[in-house]
């Protein structure tokens, strides 16, 4: 199973940008989708997920991102309005993916390579 992401870049407070994530490979199911980042000398940290009608936001984000997926394409979308500079950060895709249909159902964790997102003050 591999993760593709794109749409990072520079951008200036108050912009947007528009995140993708494909996944391709061996895929029975997806179970659930998300966003991480990273910001320079931070740890790693959820910003929104989405598994079933269900979505999460980090209160940082809310109101100024939204997640969303297609099914169809197994792509995973973050919409991120009004950034920040504090918004800076390598931003990763995570997906929980069921590879068989052998039972019991499992699901495996995966992540992206990780796309560049920054914003100017």
């Known amino acids: 199973v591999q993760l593709q992401a794109s749409g990072g870049g520079l951008v200036q407070a108050g912009g947007s940008l528009r995140l993708s994530c494909a996944v391709s490979?061996?895929?029975?199911?997806?179970?659930?989708m998300a966003w991480y980042r990273r910001a320079p000398g931070k740890q790693r940290e959820p910003v929104a997920g989405i598994s079933g009608g269900t979505t999460f936001y980090a209160d940082s984000v809310k109101g100024r991102f939204s997640i969303s997926r297609d099914n169809a394409k197994n792509t995973v979308y973050l919409q991120m309005n009004g950034l920040k500079p504090e918004d800076t950060a390598v931003y990763y895709c995570y997906c929980t993916v069921q590879t068989t249909t052998s039972t019991p159902t499992t699901f495996r964790q995966y992540w992206g390579q990780g796309t560049q997102v920054t914003v100017s003050s």
């Open positions: 490979g061996s895929i029975v199911s997806i179970e659930a």
